[in-house]
């Protein structure tokens, strides 16, 4: 579950260590799916008990959005074959977490 970075502020090594697990995190979940091809459209859904207003969903993607630029083989996250989507599902706290779609983009 990503969190949203307005939060409590904490030290800049609580930070670098929450980003760092959650790329960490990212990453070793898309060991076990296949790369797709480019074009595509990324999008992700935050499932929690609570909804964050849009800009904070953005910004508690940007170390998994991160990650999965890295995993694509992309330069940077800015790359035009791929567009990022986000969105929100409401979940029961014990089933909180992340979902990534891959979906082919014509």
């Known amino acids: 579950l990503v969190n949203s970075p307005n939060g409590p502020h904490s030290h800049w090594a609580v930070k670098n ?3 760092r697990r959650d790329r960490d ?5 898309l060991t ?3 790369r797709p091809e480019l074009p595509l459209v990324v999008t992700f859904v935050r499932e929690a008990p609570r909804p964050l207003d849009d800009d904070n969903n953005v910004a508690a993607f940007k170390a998994t ?12 996250d800015r790359d035009p074959r791929v567009s990022w989507r986000y ?8 089933r909180a977490g992340t979902l990534i779609r891959f979906e082919r983009r014509e």
């Open 87 to 94: 969105e929100q599902a409401k979940a029961p706290r014990k």
């Open 65 to 76: 959005r991160d990650a999965v630029a890295t995993w694509l083989g992309l330069p940077n």
């Open 32 to 34: 076990q799916v296949k």
């Open 17 to 19: 260590r929450r980003v």
């Open 25 to 29: 995190a990212t990453a070793l979940m």
